[in-house]
């Protein structure tokens, strides 16, 4: 009941059993009018002209658009698992959802539209923290931190 336009970008990864089927997502794609543009190379021009980036992933290493999203300031909504957590605090600067939980990603997506004030507060929030946390050499060390836990 909000007004929203939703881009997806990405491949789909059909090579890994928990993925989307793809005749499933095409259909999706078009029942809720979502404008899918495929794999892109450079995502910046895609994410400055974005609100709010959504990540609604069932285990992730340290994903990369995520750092992304928080260096260029956006809002975040994403799943509660392991890489997404190290760079999302819930309320800091996005909000987490439990995993297939899609009624709170819902609502975790129209709290943020809905609030312009939030989505200040989580802009200004990721950017703080994308400068102090997220240097190349701080998400390497992340990624060999999460490679030792396992």
């Not at 709010?52 to 995520?66: A, D």
């Not at 997404?84 to 899609?102: A, E, F, H, S």
């Amino acid at each position: 009941k909000i007004n929203i336009e939703a881009v997806v970008a990405g491949k789909i990864d059909t090579k890994n059993p928990s993925s989307i089927k793809t005749d499933i997502f095409y259909q999706k794609i078009k029942e809720y009018k979502i404008k899918y543009l495929g794999y892109k190379k450079n995502i910046l021009k895609i994410l400055n002209s974005c609100d709010l980036v959504i990540l609604p992933s069932y285990h992730e290493g340290t994903p990369k658009i995520l750092l992304e999203a928080a260096a260029c300031g956006k809002s975040i909504v994403c799943t509660s698992v392991a890489g997404c957590k190290n760079i999302v605090k819930n309320q800091y600067n996005g909000l987490l959802v439990p995993p297939r939980n899609t009624n709170k990603l819902s609502q975790a997506i129209i709290k943020i539209c809905k609030s312009k004030s939030l989505r200040k507060k989580f802009m200004d929030n990721n950017l703080k923290l994308a400068k102090k946390s997220f240097s190349l050499d701080k998400v390497i060390n992340i990624h060999f931190k999460i490679y030792e836990t396992y």
